[in-house]
């Protein structure tokens, strides 16, 4: 089956740092990959959707400046958060999709900024 | 606009026991479904999907669901509970444009001896 894989599964980085979060579909080649964030306890949050090769869609709300997304080839998206705050301490998933109205989850990346 | 539903934030059931999670969307066009579950810290797992065809669904670790129209609903059925079935549920609409999913609230499922 398809799978998606994203680096690293835990990161801890100091307040006003950057951090970068990879997401690779494995097996299959993505055309879009989208961006989630969850809270404790919470529900998935769209956060953006990316083609390859174009700028990504942020839903409304998601600060795209502080969320810089890239999505360099069919197989690779990333996450940068920059700046990071406390409040941007989450559990980010991102999920790729290989054109058959069927999305496959990453394993998740837990943030925590100090 | 397209939303789903999850009436239930958690239930508790008997090992052994039957489970039905339930799951209503609004969706105007016919609605990709799919039922997740999500075990602490860890990613989503797919359980099931319905694209179109019969529709009750057989998925994985003897989860079935059954799409109603009629009702608007997709509720997930288990016979008989293990405890390793403990863990969150998410019911999400795959639209057929754009391919974005639309998450419910999810369900806490606890199961106790």
């Known amino acids: 089956g398809a799978v998606v894989s994203q680096h690293p599964s835990r990161v801890i980085c100091k307040s006003g740092t950057s951090v970068k979060i990879e997401c690779r579909s494995l097996?299959?080649?993505?055309?879009?990959m989208f961006w989630y964030r969850q809270f404790p306890k919470q529900s998935l949050m769209l956060m953006a959707t990316?083609?390859?090769?174009?700028?990504?869609?942020?839903e409304q709300g998601v600060e795209k400046d502080k969320f810089l997304i890239n999505h360099a080839s069919l197989t690779l998206s990333t996450l940068t958060v920059t700046s990071a705050h406390p409040e941007d301490s989450s559990f980010y998933i991102c999920s790729a999709d290989d054109s058959t109205y069927e999305q496959y989850f990453g394993p998740g990346t837990r943030l925590t900024v100090t | 606009a397209q939303s789903v539903t999850q009436p239930d934030i958690h239930i508790t059931v008997s090992e052994g026991a039957s489970l039905e999670l339930r799951c209503n969307y609004s969706y105007g066009a016919t609605p990709y479904l799919f039922w997740y579950v999500q075990s602490p810290g860890q990613g989503l797992q797919l359980l099931l999907k319905y694209f179109s065809g019969d529709t009750l669904v057989q998925g994985i670790k003897g989860f079935e669901a059954e799409f109603k129209r009629s009702q608007s609903s997709f509720n997930l059925r288990k016979p008989s509970v293990h405890w390793s079935d403990a863990a969150e549920y998410f019911c999400a609409v795959g639209a057929n444009t754009g391919n974005q999913f639309y998450f419910g609230t999810g369900t806490s499922l606890t199961v106790i001896p």
């Open positions: 990316s083609n390859e090769g174009s700028k990504a869609t942020y």
């Open positions: 097996d299959f080649q993505a055309t879009t």
